[in-house]
C-alpha cells in the first residue's frame, strides 16, 4: 500500500509539473485512475489475506488452549478421585494397629501406610499449582451420575425438550461418571445452540466392559438462527474420553446431530 500510494503521488506531481497542455494530459488521468483502483483491490485481498491467516492462527490456538484447559481439568478431578482413594487406604492401614496380628502382618500394613501417605502428598505436591488460589474459584464437587436428572432438568429450562433413559450400569468408576455427566451436558449444550427448543434423547447404558452415552437431537427447528460458540467444546470433551481410553464420534442422523461416547470402565 505505501508503495502505490508513492506511485499515485509521483504521476499526480507530473501531471502538476507538466500541466494540462502536455502530452501527459490524455495518459496520466487513466493512469492515477487505474493505479488507484488496483491499488485498491490490492489493499482489500491483502487484507483478506491477513484476516484468513489471522482466523486461521486464533482457531488453531482457541483448539490448543481448550485441549490445555481440558487436561487441567483432567488433571484436577485425577487429584479429587485419586487423593480420595489414598486416604481411604491410609486410614483403614492405620486402623489397623491396635489390633492383634502377626509381626509381618504389622509391617506390611505400616509399609502401606507409609507409602499411601507418601503417594498421596506427592501427588496434592505435584497438582498444587493446578488449585486456582482465590476462594470464589474454588471447584464445585466432581460430577457423578446422580447430577444426570439435573443436567437434563438445566437443559428444559433453556427451551430443549430433552428425554433422559438410564439402563443399569453395575458399578461406575468415578473418573467414567465426570466423563458421562460433561458428554451429556456438553452435547445438550450444542443442542440448544445450533438446533434450538427441539427433542433430545439421551441414553446411557453398559455394552460389556464399556459405558456408552449417546445423545441424539431431531434437528432445528423452523427458522431457528444457529449461535456457534467457540467450537471447541467437543475437542475438550474428546480429549476428556480419549484419557480415558474411550472414543468420541459425532454425525449426522437425518435432520439431527448424534454425539456417541464409549468409554472402558476398569470397575467393571
Known amino acids: 500500500m505505501p508503495a502505490a500510494a508513492a506511485v499515485m503521488s509521483v504521476l499526480v506531481m507530473s501531471m502538476c509539473t507538466v500541466g494540462a497542455q502536455g502530452p501527459f494530459a490524455l495518459v496520466l488521468p487513466p493512469l492515477i485512475?487505474?493505479?488507484?483502483?488496483?491499488?485498491?483491490?490490492?489493499?482489500?485481498?491483502?487484507?483478506?489475506?491477513?484476516?484468513?491467516?489471522?482466523?486461521?492462527r486464533l482457531t488453531a490456538w482457541a483448539a490448543s488452549e481448550a485441549v490445555l484447559a481440558e487436561r487441567l481439568r483432567i488433571a484436577r478431578d485425577l487429584h479429587d478421585i485419586v487423593s480420595h482413594g489414598l486416604g481411604l487406604i491410609t486410614v483403614r492401614a492405620a486402623a489397623t494397629r491396635h489390633l492383634p496380628k502377626p509381626a509381618e502382618v504389622e509391617a506390611a500394613l505400616t509399609d502401606i501406610e507409609e507409602a499411601s501417605r507418601h503417594a498421596t502428598a506427592e501427588l496434592r505436591r505435584m497438582l498444587t499449582v493446578l488449585r486456582e488460589p482465590s476462594a470464589a474459584s474454588r471447584r464445585?464437587?466432581?460430577?457423578?451420575?446422580?447430577?444426570?436428572?439435573?443436567?437434563?432438568?438445566?437443559?428444559?429450562?433453556?427451551?430443549?425438550?430433552?428425554?433422559?433413559?438410564?439402563?443399569?450400569?453395575?458399578?461406575?468408576?468415578?473418573?467414567?461418571?465426570?466423563?458421562?455427566?460433561?458428554?451429556?451436558?456438553?452435547?445438550?449444550?450444542?443442542?440448544?445452540?445450533?438446533?434450538?427448543?427441539?427433542?433430545?434423547?439421551?441414553?446411557?447404558?453398559?455394552?460389556?466392559?464399556?459405558?456408552?452415552?449417546?445423545?441424539?437431537?431431531?434437528?432445528?427447528?423452523?427458522?431457528w438462527r444457529a449461535s456457534p460458540g467457540a467450537g471447541h467444546g467437543l475437542a475438550g470433551l474428546r480429549e476428556r474420553v480419549g484419557s480415558l481410553g474411550g472414543t468420541l464420534s459425532t454425525e449426522r442422523v437425518d435432520a439431527g446431530f448424534r454425539v456417541t461416547a464409549r468409554i472402558p470402565d476398569e470397575a467393571v
Open 33 to 56: 485512475v487505474g493505479g488507484a483502483v488496483a491499488a485498491a483491490l490490492w489493499a482489500v485481498r491483502r487484507s483478506r489475506a491477513d484476516r484468513t491467516a489471522y482466523e486461521s
Open 140 to 223: 464445585a464437587p466432581v460430577d457423578n451420575l446422580d447430577d444426570l436428572p439435573g443436567i437434563v432438568h438445566t437443559a428444559s429450562l433453556a427451551g430443549l425438550r430433552p428425554r433422559l433413559t438410564i439402563e443399569p450400569l453395575g458399578p461406575v468408576s468415578q473418573g467414567v461418571q465426570v466423563a458421562v455427566c460433561k458428554t451429556v451436558r456438553e452435547a445438550l449444550s450444542n443442542a440448544a445452540r445450533y438446533a434450538g427448543p427441539t427433542d433430545v434423547g439421551v441414553r446411557v447404558y453398559r455394552d460389556g466392559t464399556s459405558v456408552v452415552v449417546t445423545a441424539a437431537d431431531t434437528g432445528p427447528v423452523d427458522e
